[in-house]
């Protein structure tokens, strides 16, 4: 590996705005995360696939509108309808998963619940595949909205809004950050204000308890499942912005990232679930920009490891109390 | 008493079961109902009948689908249209090998030897899968045609010679062309080649790198995971701003073209050069970028034809060759066919000799195997002039041949 001889600035500049953007959609994918697993106790190995069905939702209102080419209707709202789609969609797949893979799972042993959940990954993933082929679709990022596509003229997503030490800051940066923050503090009041936010936390608290209080658990855990997914799908409109390319199997790596971001910033902790994101995606930029990026997903998955061997519960998870 | 009823009728079904199993004679029979069906190997005389079976191995799911399937489409392809203006016809059989996971190459190799009704087999894909699939192959008989497998080694060691053929030039074929051109033509000096981190990749930025270090250039060496990678942003900050060429010898057109909109987005000029794997003027279109690619006519109506069919809308040239190996097989095939019944090893020699003129080739020239090797090409590579052109993406994203 090839290590800089000298601190360049500008190069730790990108790296660091590439890495935040990055750790936005794992940090929206590990919400998700935290959030089933706070009330459960299940890793959803599904909600990957969620995501990939999110980006494809995406791709879907893209193409119905004329996109990536040649628009039927202006670009913002067109985004904002990618947007609403497939969050609802997503978040409707959430519902259903858990109705019919995790709910007559419920009072199993821990593992059948997490073997079900694998099911339903290998189930979309290869549904996927089978509906719409193993090719790549593009939502074409950098020609969509573009008044001069044929000549290769960049649309005004990868515009720079700003620069930083001649570093281009696009729009789409901008656009994602700004879509995961506005998210991440929606949720946080939810669940601090809401009724339902307090039935969710009560559930995760005890949820014996909770039923015994007459909070109906089916309905907080759906909709548990439903913001989760809602997210999710959220974060695979973004992606295909960001990077253009939806294709079948990208919920599987993007999943584990967003899993990794979740238990190092301490599984069922929502603030840490956005710090292990940012983590994550720094990590991952640094270390392909730095070191190369045959090594990038080797750092990533060595700091879950340091995390789980120094600090199990995460950084700012809460450390499990045992009565003795 | 129901008890014992019910175990005596078990044991009774599974005994049947074991006995169909083990003199059902019939199980491999054609279509024709002709007595058990001889071992497969490679003097095992088959009858042919009007239905003939090749074996396509391919990466229908896994990592690799995207290319995969498009090989088997190409392949499906050919034997549509041989069959819509033959009496006797083919039928196609495919083996998932989930590239680059190559147990499942062994396995569909095993498979296609073991069944007798399979006369020749399209691909595998990847080099290594070729490399673990020789033995199954070699025991059976069988002979296979690769799209894709470029590594110079499958052919130059000996060891698969009557084997294994491939309609593909070989890395040390493509990749001095390559060299060759960003040195004299493009006159670069300073140069950055990104392999993908498979065996496709590395063989040809390995040579490419090595020819252009000795002739004095300023090389970088960079590595990507293209099958996993979907953020090329830290990638493109490590490109020096004034590099001159990126040579991307990659499979994944969407990646290239992602990678190439993120460097031109960081503002850097350099020229991207892919490799035969991003020939796809429907998806790899960065103007100004260069391909190398056979000789082949973009206006074809077999191309045009696919794009209209199979293709949904896109041509998916990474699977032409196959096209081109199912074709081989099939003469190979229909030759060993002539007298009704044929050998494997006959429908191996066949192959040897094929001989695809350059009007019914579409790879734009003839194809005809080397028998005795002839650096760097060897027995099972494609004679001379069999090689790649080079293209240049205008700004309008066509493709121009200019080499």
């Given amino acids: ?324 | 008493m129901k008890r014992t009823l019910v175990l005596a009728v078990l044991t009774a079904l599974v005994a049947a079961a074991a006995a169909v199993t083990a003199f059902g004679g019939n199980a491999g029979s054609d279509q024709t109902g002709s007595s058990a069906v001889p071992a497969a190997n490679d003097s095992a005389l088959i009858r042919c009948g009007r239905t003939r079976t090749i074996g396509v191995a391919a990466p229908i799911t896994g990592a690799a689908a995207s290319i995969g399937s498009q090989q088997l489409r190409w392949a499906r392809y050919y034997v549509t249209r041989y069959n819509a203006t033959h009496r006797t016809k083919f039928r196609v059989v495919s083996g998932d090998t989930q590239l680059p996971d190559t147990a499942q190459a062994i396995q569909v190799a095993e498979r296609f030897a073991s069944n007798s009704r399979i006369l020749g087999v399209v691909g595998p894909a990847g080099s290594q899968e070729v490399q673990v699939s020789s033995a199954p192959f070699r025991n059976g008989g069988l002979g296979y045609v690769s799209g894709s497998a470029t590594r110079t080694s499958l052919t130059n060691d000996g060891s698969r010679r009557g084997y294994f053929f491939r309609t593909v030039p070989n890395d040390d074929q493509q990749g001095p062309r390559v060299a060759d051109y960003i040195r004299t033509v493009l006159k670069a000096s300073r140069v950055v080649v990104i392999d993908a981190q498979n065996s496709y990749s590395t063989g040809l930025s390995d040579t490419v790198e090595a020819i252009l270090k000795n002739r004095g250039l300023n090389v970088r060496r960079e590595s990507v995971s293209e099958e996993s990678t979907t953020d090329f942003s830290s990638l493109v900050a490590r490109v020096p701003a004034d590099t001159q060429v990126v040579y991307v010898p990659w499979q994944l057109a969407p990646k290239a073209q992602l990678f190439g909109q993120q460097l031109r987005a960081a503002g850097k000029t350099a020229r991207l050069f892919g490799s035969d794997g991003l020939f796809d003027p429907d998806t790899f279109k960065i103007p100004g970028s260069l391909v190398s690619f056979f000789p082949i006519d973009l206006k074809s109506k077999v191309i045009n034809a696919y794009r209209r069919g199979p293709g949904k809308g896109s041509t998916e040239l990474f699977g032409l060759p196959s096209y081109v190996a199912a074709d081989v097989v099939v003469r190979a095939v229909d030759k060993a066919c002539g007298n009704g019944t044929a050998t494997r090893g006959e429908v191996r020699r066949n192959i040897a000799a094929t001989v695809i003129p350059k009007a019914q080739s579409l790879l734009g020239f003839t194809v005809k195997f080397v028998k005795q090797a002839q650096a760097p090409l060897g027995p099972g590579d494609m004679q001379r002039p069999a090689n790649f052109g080079i293209y240049q993406i205008s700004s309008s994203g066509a493709y121009v041949r200019v080499s």
Avoid: C
């Fill in chain 1, 1 to 324: 590996m090839e290590l800089p001889l000298a601190f360049d600035a500008q190069l730790f500049i990108q790296l660091t705005v590439n890495g935040v953007t990055l750790g936005s959609l794992y940090a929206l994918i590990a919400l998700g995360y935290s959030l089933v697993y706070g009330i459960l106790k299940l890793l959803n190995f599904a909600h990957g696939d969620v995501y990939m069905v999110g980006a494809f939702i995406g791709y879907g209102v893209l193409t119905a509108l004329g996109g990536p080419l040649s628009l039927d209707i202006a670009l913002v709202p067109l985004i904002v309808l990618m947007f609403l789609a497939a969050m609802l969609g997503s978040g409707a797949l959430g519902v259903l998963i858990e109705r019919f893979a995790y709910r007559p799972l419920r009072d199993a042993p821990r593992l059948a619940p997490l073997i079900s959940a694998l099911g339903v990954s290998f189930f979309l993933q290869n549904s996927a595949l089978l509906l719409l082929g193993a090719g790549f679709r593009s939502y074409d990022s950098f020609l969509l909205g573009s008044d001069q596509p044929e000549l290769f003229v960049p649309g005004p997503l990868v515009d720079p809004v700003f620069v930083i030490h001649g570093v281009n800051v696009q729009t789409i940066q901008v656009v994602v950050l700004s879509v995961t923050v506005g998210l991440m503090v929606a949720l946080t009041l939810f669940v601090a204000r809401t009724q339902l936010g307090k039935a969710m936390r009560a559930t995760a608290f005890d949820r014996e308890a909770a039923a015994m209080m007459g909070i109906d658990v089916d309905r907080v855990i759906a909709s548990t499942f439903f913001i989760g997914s809602v997210l999710a799908g959220a974060a695979g409109v973004m992606f295909g912005l960001l990077f253009s390319q939806v294709f079948h199997l990208m919920g599987f790596l993007a999943g584990l990232k967003g899993f990794t971001a979740a238990v190092v910033g301490g599984i069922g902790s929502i603030p840490g679930a956005m710090l292990g994101g940012l983590l994550v995606g720094l990590a991952e930029s640094y270390a392909a920009g730095y070191v190369g990026g045959r090594w990038s997903d080797l750092f990533v998955f060595g700091i879950l490891i340091v995390v789980l061997l120094v600090r199990p519960s995460g950084l700012l998870g809460a450390r499990a109390i045992s009565k003795v």
